[in-house]
């Protein structure tokens, strides 16, 4: 059985500071790349990082300089550090892991607000 499991969501206030974890069990964790998304109100989900297997990292634009995915293949777990949080950041974020199928976690709510 796989499973993502989200942690490290909550309320912060603007410019502060959240890391995410996604702990993943049931596949070989080293072999898929881990994607980051995120939704919010009222909008699609959009695709926020990316790390491959082999550890290169991207983000979308309007993340750059601020977020910063990685993973630790020992512990089955990859990570989402997010800093000088904004308003628009709000979302529920999943994490996904990609190979032939993708696997997505259940989510977890980020709220950026004062």
């Known amino acids: 059985q796989v499973q993502l499991v989200e942690s490290g969501g909550g309320l912060v206030q603007p410019g502060g500071s959240l890391r995410l974890s996604c702990a993943v069990s049931g596949i070989i964790f080293s072999m898929y790349d881990m994607d980051w998304y995120r939704q919010a109100p009222g909008k699609q989900r959009e695709w926020v990082a990316r790390?491959?297997?082999?550890?290169?990292?991207t983000n979308v634009d309007s993340v750059k300089g601020r977020f910063t995915i990685s993973r630790d293949n020992a512990k089955n777990t990859v990570y989402l550090q997010m800093n000088s949080l904004k308003s628009e950041d709000t979302a529920v974020y999943y994490c996904a892991a990609q190979r032939a199928i993708r696997y997505w976690g259940q989510g977890i709510q980020v709220t950026v607000s004062s």
């Open positions: 790390i491959t297997r082999g550890g290169a990292a």
